[in-house]
């Protein structure tokens, strides 16, 4: 029997609890841009100029720019849920310029984003914005074929260091069957500026130097912004529920997980590791998800994902309905 959302922990009073965290604060919002792109710019200058002596030089700023370049995403991302400014033209321009330098067209993605939010840890509604999860039954009814190829999208290596990075880099670039108007304009429009980056800081460089940066930061920072949104859904005590049991504010806590990161990747990651905060309200700047979550005694008890045993979740790869849970192919004895 699946368990009830709302019988099982009745989180509907968190909404009310939270709505005063829900304000942007514009002198926190401003200070975040040049605390994250003004440190982005500059470690582009430092390896513009290292390069002429050694690639080896680089490798560490490139790591490093790619912890930006995850900062810049989380602001991004932010601005599509209008949380990050009160303006909304002020939230557009910001989201697309910063589409531009992490690779993602705003409209497109945003128009994804908010389905994930309105469908996330919805077992009836999966496929656009999340990780593609089967149930074990699905997977048993699968063609052995489909079942390999299931397998192959769901290796950490396949997903993260291949998948990721050809997302960002190649499928954000198309348009496709089913775009709306508005999300076709945002892939052209980021494509421009993208194509606008390329041709002027290579002219300033060279081609050379301008591929070697980029594809590092671009390459390392989407391996690990992927690996962050998976470990977000995909956790040992995740609850996911069919349809007739959806319940938003009760998958907000038991769909999303606390990532509880050592300070300085809390800090790259723009706190989203509060997760289950954002999926209650994804007006919260990221600022505040914090202080959101340490003010209210009703987080407290919530088992937090640590960065160690994250990786423990990268062997689960079916939702078990008999058992509620996520499981390893071998649990699931396939």
Not at 31 to 41: A, D, K, V
Not at 129 to 138: H, I, K, N, S, Y
Not at 205 to 225: D, E, N, S, V
Request: hydrophobic share 45%; aromatic share 14%; proline share 4%.
């Amino acid at each position: 029997m699946q368990p009830q959302p709302h019988q099982e922990v009745g989180f509907k009073f968190l909404l009310k609890l939270i709505r005063n965290y829900n304000t942007p604060a514009i002198g926190k919002s401003i200070w975040q841009i040049i605390n994250t792109l003004l440190p982005y710019i500059g470690l582009w200058v430092a390896m513009a100029y290292l390069i002429q002596f050694s690639f080896l030089l680089i490798i560490p700023l490139i790591v490093l720019a790619a912890g930006f370049t995850a900062r810049l995403f989380i602001i991004f991302h932010d601005c599509g849920h209008g949380a990050f400014f009160k303006s909304k033209i002020a939230n557009d321009i910001v989201g697309v310029i910063l589409g531009v330098l992490t690779f993602t067209p705003y409209h497109r993605w945003h128009h994804a984003h908010l389905i994930h939010h309105r469908t996330s840890g919805n077992l009836d509604k999966r496929g656009v914005g999340d990780v593609w999860t089967l149930t074990v039954e699905e997977f048993k009814e699968l063609s052995p074929r489909k079942q390999r190829w299931y397998r192959v999208y769901r290796n950490p290596i396949i997903m993260f260091l291949v998948g990721a990075p050809l997302m960002f880099l190649v499928s954000n670039r198309f348009a496709r069957k089913g775009f709306s108007r508005r999300e076709r304009i945002s892939v052209y429009l980021t494509n421009l500026g993208l194509l606008a980056l390329f041709l002027g800081v290579s002219w300033l460089i060279g081609l050379k130097a301008f591929l070697l940066i980029q594809l590092g930061i671009i390459y390392f920072a989407a391996a690990a912004g992927v690996f962050l949104f998976y470990v977000q859904h995909q956790f040992p005590d995740v609850h996911w529920y069919r349809d007739d049991v959806w319940d938003y504010s009760t998958v907000a806590i038991t769909g999303a997980s606390y990532l509880k990161l050592p300070k300085v990747l809390q800090w790259f990651s723009g706190n989203i590791g509060f997760h289950h905060i954002h999926h209650l309200s994804s007006k919260i700047p990221n600022y505040k998800l914090e202080r959101c979550h340490n003010e209210n005694e009703a987080f407290h008890q919530l088992v937090p994902v640590t960065l160690m045993n994250s990786f423990h979740t990268l062997k689960l790869r079916l939702w078990d309905e008999q058992q509620q849970q996520l499981v390893s192919f071998r649990q699931a004895g396939v």
